[in-house]
């Protein structure tokens, strides 16, 4: 992601420093749409969530070994059907897979989060004492009620298959020792104009006008 106040970086990167506006602000300018509120969890905060649903049941096509941000072994999951923990889900969410695509990554984390959703308690009371719950771990630019009205909308959504997933394609860019996703705006464009058109960056009220600037098709 990047914005005129964000230069180019991996978006777990931008949630560093005092401006908790910065992930959100971000992603708005990368993909060109307006985006009203945000729901931020580190690592510890989607575990308290996976628990108070009961776990993650999950099926594992080969050995797997989950490596945290310093290179170590944070978890080693063999083959099979199996149900994680709190914990455990957090670490297959948000940790690294030595030879893994940044694509691939984000298939990880989306099937814990999708399948936590799904499991939600249908009450948003419940709900919202489970968000109360993780405290300062998972902030939220709303209140925590309207929160929990939202996620429950959002869970009885995919239990009914009334949901809309749409995948944006990517350009897959070497980062250190590792890769990230880049979106393909010639793609990604006519997608997001489809899906969210009341939500499209508007120049001047939302923000700036947005230009791509792109290399000659030979790469010169």
Do not use: C, H, N
Not at 176 to 202: E, F, I, K, M
Not at 209 to 218: E, G, K, M, Q, T
């Amino acid at each position: 992601v990047s914005s005129p106040q964000s230069p180019p970086a991996p978006l777990q990167l931008t949630e560093t420093g005092l401006d908790t506006l910065r992930p959100a602000a971000a992603t708005a300018a990368t993909l060109g749409v307006r985006i009203d509120a945000y729901w931020r969890m580190d690592r510890k905060a989607l575990a308290g969530l996976v628990d108070s649903v009961g776990g993650f049941p999950v099926t594992i096509s080969e050995r797997l070994r989950i490596r945290d941000e310093a290179g170590l072994v944070a978890l080693r999951l063999r083959p099979g059907k199996q149900r994680l923990t709190g914990t455990d889900a957090s670490w297959y969410a948000l940790g690294d897979v030595r030879g893994q695509t940044a694509v691939q990554a984000g298939d990880r984390f989306t099937a814990v989060v999708t399948k936590t959703l799904i499991r939600l308690p249908a009450s948003d009371i419940e709900i919202r004492e489970a968000l109360t719950a993780l405290g300062a771990l998972a902030p939220s630019s709303i209140g925590t009620q309207d929160l929990a009205t939202y996620l429950l909308d959002v869970s009885v959504a995919l239990r009914a298959e009334r949901s809309q997933s749409v995948t944006l394609p990517v350009t897959e860019l070497a980062f250190g020792d590792t890769s990230v996703a880049w979106l393909d705006y010639s793609g990604a464009t006519p997608l997001l104009r489809r899906s969210v058109p009341y939500a499209l960056w508007q120049q001047g009220v939302d923000g700036p006008a947005r230009v791509l600037v792109s290399a000659p098709a030979d790469g010169s």
